[in-house]
């Protein structure tokens, strides 16, 4: 097939995501890729939505507060591996776009390498928010795709770091941004002072942390009467993140002495929508915070448990931002370091409508490449055969990339069986959700005594 240089022709774009943040982040980067900031659209573009079936996958509210991606949800449909390597072989995809946690991102790549494919698309992922742990897991398990978009300056530095350090191909790192950033920078105004404390489903993970920073975030909003005071949470019990969430603060909320002040809310949906109306932004390592420094927010990054790397606070050593609760209590706000700024990719300065330019160049040029090579992931069943096939074997697929027998056959749909199906698969993640939730913590603190 010839490239595609007709750029009154729509693009095809198939963005397979596998949690509502990554959805969010595979949506918004679709439409960077393919619209330029200030001369208009580069061409048209058709994106099709596809949720990768699993622990994480969105629900249908999940979706909605993630904010306007762009793509009707009505559009979205939820497949599996398997399902979406058929889809991509039927449809003949411009672009596909891989927002998904790193083993699934090195499956597709080993499963889209099998196909054969006579002419193949571009092949883009990246990482959704701040990359503070399994960096060079991550990074390996996403190396093979065309392009592996890194958030900052500073992250560019590290991506080609590690993988000119195993000896791999680095070329494919290209720096860009968070797709989400946007909104009005911040403005103080008259009698309004809102707090909100950005939630993270994992961070910090025991029952004590968690409940120590309710607790001082609920003194705060009794020390500030005048105050209006949130708790923005990523889910509803019984829902998942990119994270799995085992102590809702929602539930920690209900069991705290003294019951909640009239001023302190829990909130959720669209972060974008919350930023609006904050005027300080408190977090222990959130993406949230990046988001806020781009609108100019007061931004504060918690050292009540410490700096620590398990927290991923230690991402902001040198931001100016990292203080304490009884900081904030005596009204500190934290003043951000320009320089630490200027690596994060923030784009406070007004950078941020060219900061996709140079990766819209690297996916125009690879589309009008005649012939792309074939995808060369750096895991093969030659360098890593203790690793690999169980990667790949999670998701049905053997460690050539094929689908394992029974694992292709087509899905159902409509009709009595197939709804069935859909009422026993519903059930099964429900009874996941549970085990994970409510049965695996009482049998950790039961193995503590």
Same mark, same amino acid.
């Given at each position: +097939? ?10 095809? %774009? $198939? ?5 509502? /943040? ?6 918004? =980067?679709?439409?960077?890729? /393919? ?19 699993? #622990?994480?996958?969105? /629900? ?24 979406? @390597? ?16 790193? !083993?699934?991102?090195?499956? +597709? ?38 392009? %592996? @978009? ?16 195993? !000896? ?37 993970? *025991? ?31 019984? &829902? ?30 669209? +972060? ?17 915070? @990046?988001?806020?420094?781009?609108? #100019?927010?007061? =931004?504060?990054?918690? =050292? ?14 040198? *931001?100016?931002?990292? =203080? ?8 500190? #706000? ?12 923030? $784009? ?5 409508? /060219?900061?996709?330019?140079?990766? #819209? ?36 697929? $053997? ?19 197939? $709804? ?26 039961? !193995? &503590?005594?």
């Amino acid at each position: +097939m010839p490239p595609r240089t007709d750029k009154t022709t729509a693009l095809r %774009v $198939a963005v397979l995501a596998d949690s509502d /943040t990554r959805w969010k982040w595979g949506a918004l =980067t679709a439409r960077r890729l /393919t619209t330029g900031a200030s001369s208009g659209p580069v061409r048209r573009a058709d994106i099709s939505g596809l949720l990768l079936r699993g #622990r994480a996958t969105p /629900t249908p509210r999940q979706l909605a507060e993630v904010g306007d991606v762009g793509i009707d949800t009505d559009r979205v449909r939820e497949v599996t591996a398997v399902e979406f @390597l058929h889809t991509v072989r039927d449809e003949g995809y411009d672009v596909v776009v891989l927002a998904l946690v790193g !083993g699934a991102v090195q499956a +597709m790549l080993h499963g889209l390498a099998a196909l054969r494919l006579p002419a193949r698309p571009v092949v883009v992922t990246g990482y959704v928010g701040v990359v503070y742990e399994k960096l060079a897991d991550g990074l390996l398990l996403r190396h093979g795709a065309d392009v %592996v @978009l890194a958030n900052s300056r500073h992250d560019a530095q590290r991506f080609r770091a590690v993988y000119e350090g195993v !000896g791999a191909d680095a070329s494919a790192v290209t720096e860009a941004a968070l797709p989400f950033l946007g909104g009005e920078p911040h403005r103080p105004r008259e009698g309004r002072d809102t707090v909100v404390f950005a939630a993270q489903p994992s961070v910090p993970a *025991s029952r004590a942390d968690r409940t120590y920073l309710l607790r001082r975030l609920v003194e705060h909003a009794r020390l500030h009467p005048d105050r209006e005071v949130l708790l923005k949470l990523r889910s509803k019990p019984g &829902e998942h993140t990119t994270h799995i969430e085992e102590l809702p603060y929602q539930r920690l909320a209900e069991r705290l002495p003294g019951g909640l002040p009239p001023n302190f809310r829990l909130v959720y949906g669209h +972060m974008g929508e919350v930023l609006d109306r904050t005027d300080l932004l408190v977090t222990v390592s959130s993406t949230a915070a @990046l988001e806020s420094l781009h609108r #100019r927010i007061p =931004t504060a990054i918690l =050292t009540d448990l410490g700096v620590r790397e398990t927290l991923g606070n230690h991402h902001f050593i040198g *931001s100016g931002l990292l =203080t304490s609760w009884d900081h904030l209590d005596g009204g500190h #706000r934290p003043e951000p370091d320009g320089e630490w700024l200027a690596g994060q990719g923030v $784009a406070a300065d007004g950078t941020y409508a /060219t900061a996709y330019d140079h990766a #819209r160049a690297r996916v125009d040029a690879l589309l009008t490449t005649a012939g792309l090579p074939d995808l060369a992931p750096y895991y093969t069943p030659a360098t890593a055969p203790g690793y690999l096939p169980g990667i790949l074997a999670r998701h049905h697929l $053997a460690p050539d990339g094929h689908p394992l027998p029974g694992a292709a056959a087509p899905r159902e749909t409509g009709g009595v069986r197939g $709804a069935v199906r859909d009422a026993v698969r519903e059930a099964a993640r429900g009874a996941y959700r549970q085990g994970v939730q409510r049965v695996a913590p009482v049998i950790r603190r039961m !193995g &503590e005594l």
